[in-house]
Each structure stands twice: as C-alpha cells, then as structure tokens.
C-alpha cells in the first residue's frame, strides 16, 4: 500500500515537468522557423550591368506611352527586390527628370525586370532622350545592393515619339531646278517639303546635304522659316547649284531635312529621301571665284653676272566660293619660273604668260594664303648701257593684271658697287645701302590696272666690280694654300664619318607629314559635319573608319622615318624633337577645348570665360601649327 502511494507521487512530478519542457521546445522551434524564414526572404542579387530599352504603344495609337527600361539582374537567393530608373539625358547632357521603379518577387537565376517612364513627361520637355542617369537595385528592406549610372540608350529617342506634335513632316518631297539668269545653268534646286500642321504657326524647314549614288557628299545646306496654317502645306528651300557643282556631285538624296518650332525646339526629322527627279552636276551654275590680291611683294634682283631675278610674293585672301587654283601673269620673256608656298614648290601648268596653280588643299572662303612665283628676265631686255658706266633698268612695278591691289612693295636691288643716279617717274620711298649694294624701296597702295606701273632707273657701274670679288677670293685662297704648305707641308686627307640623310628619306617624311596634316583635317571637319548633321552616320561610320586606319599607316611610317632622321645628326634631331613638342602642344590644346565645350555645356563656365579660354587654346594650336610648318620647311630645303 506504501509502495503505490510513493510511485503516484513520483508519476505527479514527472508529468508538470515534461510538460514545461515540451513547451520550451515547441517555443524555441517556433523562433528558429520565423528566423529562418526571415533569412529566406532577404534575397541576394546583383546587377548585370545589361539593360535594354524599348518604346511602348499600349493603345494602339502612333505615340509610345512608356520608355520601358529592362535591366538584368543575377539572383543568387530569392527574395523581393526593387529597381529604380531616375532620370535620362539628351545628348548634350540635359537632365531629363523622368523616373520609375517595379518591385518584384524573383528566382534564383538571372531576370530582366522592365521599369516604365512616363512617356507624357518626355514629351512636355521635348527633350530626346540618349541616356539612363541611374540605375539602382534594392533588397526587400530598401537597401541599396547595386547601382549603375550614365548607361546609354539602345537607338535614338525623339520626344515626338511620345506624343501630338503641332507639325510634322510628311517625308514626301518635291524638287525643280531654277535658272534665274538665263545662263542655261541652274542658279538653285528649288526643294519643296512637306509638313502637316496641326497647330498653326511659324515653323523652320532645315536641309541640310545632299550625296549621290556612291554617297559623295555636298553640304548645299538651306533654311526657310516660314508662318503655316492647319493642314497640308509645302514650304520651298533654295539650295545653291554652285556648291553642286564644285564638288561635282551628281545629286540624288537630301541627306537630312529638319523641322523647329518658333522657340527653335526640334519637332521632325527625315534622313534619305529620293529626289524625284535625275540632274547631273555639269546643269548647275559655276561657282564665282573672287581673289583679294591684299598685299604683292616685289624684288628685283640684279646680279653682276648679268641676270635679272624677281621675286613676287603674293598675299591673297579668297573672298568667293572656294578655291582650287589661281592664274597668275608674268613678262613673256621670262624663264626658270618657280611657284612655292610655305611647305615647298607647288604644282603649276603654263600657257602663253599665264601660270595656272594648284593649291595643296582647298582654299575656303575667307582664308589667306601667300604665294612666291619667281622666275628671270634677260638682262639685254630690260638693260640699257650708255656711255660705258652709265646704265638704265627700264621695267615695270608690276605687269598687267586685272585686279585691285591693296598694297604693292617693290624693292630694286643694283649690283655690288652700283650708285643709282635717278629714278623716274617716282622717287623711292627709301633706299638702304649694304656690303656696298644699294636697295631702292617704292611702297604704292590700292594699285588699280589703270595705274601706269612702268619706271627707269639710271644709276652708275664700273665693269671691274664684277672681277673684283673672285680677283679677292682667288688671292685669299692663294695665301692661305702657301700659309700651310710652309707651316705643315703637303696636307694630308682626313676623313670625318658622316652621315647623310638622302634627299628621298626626307622628301618622303615632308610628303607623309603633310598627308597626316591633311588627314587629321578631314576628320576633324567630318565631326563638324556629323554634329550639323550635315552627313548620314553610316556614311560618317565608313569614311572616319577608313581615315583611322589611313592616319594609323601614315603615323607608322613617320616614326621610322623619324628615327632614321634623327641618327643623321643633332641638327635633324633637333628638328624632330621640335615636332614632337609642337604635337604634344597641339593635342593638349585639342583636349582642352573639347574639356572646356563639356563645362560649358554644363553651365561651370561663364560664356565669357569660355570664349576667353577657346581663343587662348587656339592660339596654342596655332602656334604648334606654326612649328611644324617651319620645320617642314627647313627639311624640304
């Protein structure tokens, strides 16, 4: 009976205590199992650094509603996650305040999640979207996990895009050549484009280029701006035939047509249309080729062998369409005619007494180059010997031409030993005596062909100047000859190494040089066209493709040129160094420009500070430039 009560008593105190112990379990499971699901439910992800970009058209309507952004993210743990798209930027960096986010549950694995921007927004600012600004990725407590900024659109956006415009264009284009003067050449192809308005008011049509079959490109760029009532209307450009024609281009599409609002703001924009009608260059007008002769240099030279030298240096400034050529007279009797500029002697091509010449580039309108022609005369004709020692030079300040010039220099040099007597019809303006020569100076301006240029001058020589100088080179050689045969004997050879640079090495690095120059011209003016818009991208993408590839051959061959150049000597080590300098003085200026364009863009620098800053790289490049040019100078001669 004892033992029955002890055991019940014993059993009572089991009992409570396994019972608290089975509920401390189930509480401790309980904890571990919501820790655990928190855990879960933090998910781990990154972004790719892969997006897309799409317009969208929920509505059936031509305008998108949305700019949907997708971006790639990897999911390593799932969970929920959200993705922010803030803002965009138009290719000049304007900020476009446009923003959106899309919360998501996702898998493990890697997802595209598509964020929407408003597509009315886009289109208030008009403004063309060309950039993502940022892109941020968080967890599900709005920590930031990754982030990605300044990533580029996959195509062009234009905010008409994204709603009603008040006026468009049609891309239907009409075209006919005008011949205003009756000359049988078409002074313009007449351009009519068409826009459909649906707001009235002023609106610009912008045209700009036109390439033919092979995309041979001509500028010929025309702006009408115009007032236009609702509904269909054509609005006619004037597009110059001379610039077809100078660049020979046999005109089948308008590269570009554009369409502004009164504020300027871009509505349109077409590229490629057809002409619809066939022309050829040869039909539109020739281009007027006006010079400006601003300054001639004239020397005339005479020696005491018995020559006459003249020396022309011309300083001409192209005030017409551009320039390819000049013609340029001399005295009929002259000969051993010479053309150079400042790189060397230029291509020419003679017919009766005028000399035709081929500049080495282009010259544009506004641009100033100068021209040396020289050449000689025969002494008989334009000397006249009277009384012995007492000659006359009977010629002209300058010969026939048919232009004004702004200032003539003319400068008569007599042989060593002359004394100028008289000089008719006019006095020099000054006269500088050296080495015992005489120079007379004669300074005109606004030289017109009605002025009367001729003029004598008498002056005074004795025929033995002319045996002098050798008489005193032969003494001095003769004394110095018995000077060192009494001192040292009969003299012994000595040779010195040298080493020369053949005349090719160095004609060939002058000629790739001036290739490079030119090179680096054409693409910098191939930018300027691409940014007016003024030449097709996929032709912009071939031509820059084939420039870089050329400008990379040509730079190849420069440095081993350079370096055979610089083992001749220190001299044409010197002149190396000069160039690399000059380069690295240009480029610098190049970076600092387009540095300085960005921070103005930006608003970080003041219009004034900018101009102030430009005009003092330019003056850099234009120095460095200045360099170089000499230095190919002095290896050309």
């Known amino acids: 009976m004892v033992f029955h009560v002890k055991n019940a008593h014993i059993h009572k105190k089991i009992v409570p205590t396994m019972v608290v112990f089975l509920m ?213 450009l004037a597009m110059p035939g001379t610039e077809i024609y100078a660049e020979n281009v046999n005109p089948t599409t308008i590269a570009q047509i554009y369409l502004y609002d009164e504020s300027d703001v871009q509505l349109d924009v077409v590229y490629d249309l057809d002409l619809p009608t066939t022309y050829v260059y040869d039909e539109f007008q020739r281009p007027i080729i006006e010079i400006e002769f601003t300054e001639i240099e004239r020397d005339i030279v005479l020696d005491q062998s018995g020559s006459i030298r003249v020396i022309n240096v011309y300083h001409i400034t192209n005030l017409g369409f551009q320039a390819e050529t000049i013609e340029l007279d001399f005295p009929e009797d002259a000969y051993h005619l010479e053309v150079r500029d400042e790189m060397g002697t230029v291509e020419t091509s003679t017919e009766n007494n005028t000399i035709t010449v081929t500049f080495r580039s282009v010259l544009a309108t506004n641009k100033t180059k100068a021209l040396h022609l020289i050449y000689n005369i025969p002494w008989s004709s334009y000397i006249n010997q009277e009384d012995g020692g007492d000659y006359t030079l009977s010629f002209t300040f300058f010969e026939e031409f048919n232009y004004t010039i702004g200032k003539l220099t003319v400068g008569v040099t007599l042989p060593k030993g002359a004394k100028s007597q008289l000089s008719t019809p006019i006095d020099p303006d000054s006269t500088k005596k050296s080495d015992n020569q005489e120079t007379m100076n004669f300074v005109f301006s606004d030289v017109t062909p009605s002025d009367n240029l001729s003029f004598e001058i008498n002056y005074e020589y004795n025929v033995f100047w002319g045996s002098f100088y050798p008489t005193i080179w032969v003494g001095i050689l003769a004394v110095v000859a018995s000077a060192l045969f009494l001192f040292w004997g009969t003299p012994k050879t000595v040779s010195a190494p040298t080493i020369q640079v053949p005349p090719k090495a160095l004609r060939s690095f002058v000629d790739a040089y001036e290739e490079k120059m030119s090179i680096r011209s054409e693409l910098e003016s191939l930018e300027k066209r691409l940014q007016k818009g003024k030449i097709p991208r996929r032709k912009f993408k071939v031509r820059k493709k084939m420039l870089d590839s050329r400008l990379a051959t040509v730079t190849r061959n420069l440095q081993s040129l350079s370096a055979k150049i610089r083992s001749a000597g220190s001299n044409y080590a010197n002149l190396m160094r000069q160039i690399e300098v000059a380069e690295a003085n240009l480029e610098g200026a190049e970076r600092d420009i387009q540095r300085v364009k960005q921070r103005y863009r930006r608003g970080k620098v003041s219009k004034g500070a900018y101009r102030k800053l430009v005009e003092e790289y330019r003056g850099r490049i234009e120095d460095a430039e200045a360099t170089i040019d000499g230095v190919l100078l002095r290896l050309h001669e």
Do not use: M, W
């Open 24 to 236: 401390i379990f189930l509480s401790l499971s309980l904890i571990f199992a919501q820790t655990s699901l928190v855990c879960a439910q933090e998910g781990e992800a990154s972004l790719t650094g892969t997006t897309s970009d799409k317009g969208v058209n929920s509505d059936a309507d031509e305008f998108f509603e949305t700019l949907n952004i997708g971006v790639e993210v990897n999911v390593t743990t799932a969970g929920t996650f959200k993705v922010e798209v803030a803002g965009l930027y138009d290719s000049e960096s304007t900020f476009i305040d446009v923003s959106g986010q899309n919360s998501t549950t996702l898998d493990a694995g890697v997802h595209v999640v598509y964020v929407p921007l408003d597509g009315e927004t886009i289109f208030e600012l008009k403004l063309n979207p060309a950039n993502v600004s940022s892109i941020r990725l968080y967890d599900e407590s709005d920590a930031l996990i990754g982030g990605l900024a300044d990533v580029p659109l996959s195509g062009p956006y234009f905010f008409g895009q994204f709603g009603l415009l008040p006026a468009r264009l049609t891309e239907t284009i009409y075209d006919e050549g005008i011949d205003t003067d009756d000359d049988g050449y078409f002074d313009f192809l007449n351009l009519g484009v068409e826009v459909n308005v649906t707001t009235a008011g002023t609106y610009t049509v912008d045209a700009g280029g036109i390439y033919d079959a092979t995309y041979t490109y001509v500028s010929a760029q025309t702006v009408n701006s115009t007032y236009l009532d609702v509904g269909i209307n054509v609005v006619y």
